[in-house]
């Protein structure tokens, strides 16, 4: 990172609202009676049904050489379809499906929708 230079997309939170229809995939192995997990799906929309989590994002410029919260702009919501952890030689990944970003004062519009399914 550069110095006094913005950072981008900040994890602001990860919220969980109203009701949805779920699913979890859990992918391994079995060998000599050990089970190994190399990956697990978790799915928030399944049966058509629009998924409740979305996470917070945001960027941030320095002011005075300090990155304060205060600073924060450019709030995005990104409305979670899938998360996946795999386990990886080194460290474990987490990926995530997102199926909309819009602007946080518009976190269900159309274009978001339409912007989050390319």
Known sequence: MKKNTPIHNLLDYIR????????????GTIADSN?????????FN?????????IGLYSVKP????YKYENKYNEIVARVATLTF????????????V???NKA???DSH????????
């Open 16 to 27: 969980l609202e109203g009701e949805g229809s779920g699913r979890i995939d859990v992918k």
């Open 99 to 101: 199926v909309s970003v």
């Open 35 to 43: 089970v190994t997990v190399t990956r697990v799906d978790v799915h």
């Open 46 to 54: 399944t049966r058509w049904k629009k998924s409740p989590v979305t």
């Open 105 to 107: 004062s518009k976190p």
């Open 63 to 66: 002011e005075n050489g300090q």
């Open 86 to 97: 795999k386990k990886c030689d080194g460290e474990p990944r987490m990926d995530i499906e």
């Open 111 to 118: 274009m978001g929708r339409v912007k989050g399914s390319s």
